[in-house]
């Protein structure tokens, strides 16, 4: 059963904007602290940001302060990842993940619910 659903991946090119969704059921985005991830070929899964399930809480990846923002909808059921002025080296597939904590941890393993990915692609 497929609970969480990323979407809004696509090529752009580098300086633009993407903005991801991840759609999730009720039960979840109302009780689970909710993360992006990414993994780029070769690599690990890496942290990317995190928010709490009230949303007063948020955390991000160095890399990405200043550039990428995480906010939650708990009346649509989704959470969001506006990334501005992206980067080549942003280049990933991009993971949804819930953790049944108030917050969301920048460690992977942490987390028990993961979507499919969604891929983002930023040339140069």
């Known amino acids: 059963q497929v609970q969480l659903v990323e979407s809004g991946g696509r090529l752009v090119q580098a300086g633009g904007s993407l903005k991801l969704s991840c759609a999730t059921s009720?039960?979840?985005?109302?009780?689970?602290?909710m993360g992006w991830f990414r993994q780029a070929p070769g690599k690990e899964r890496e942290f990317v940001a995190a928010i709490s399930r009230g949303g007063t809480w948020t955390s991000y990846h160095d890399s990405v302060k200043g550039r990428f923002t995480i906010s939650r909808d708990n009346e649509r059921n989704t959470v969001y990842l506006q990334m501005n002025s992206l980067q080549v080296q942003d280049t990933a597939i991009y993971y949804c993940?819930?953790?049944?904590?108030?917050?969301?941890?920048?460690?992977?393993?942490?987390?028990?619910?993961w979507g499919q990915g969604t891929q983002v692609t930023v040339s140069s």
């Open positions: 009720e039960l979840i985005l109302n009780k689970y602290g």
């Open positions: 993940a819930a953790q049944a904590s108030s917050y969301g941890s920048p460690d992977p393993t942490r987390y028990d619910k």
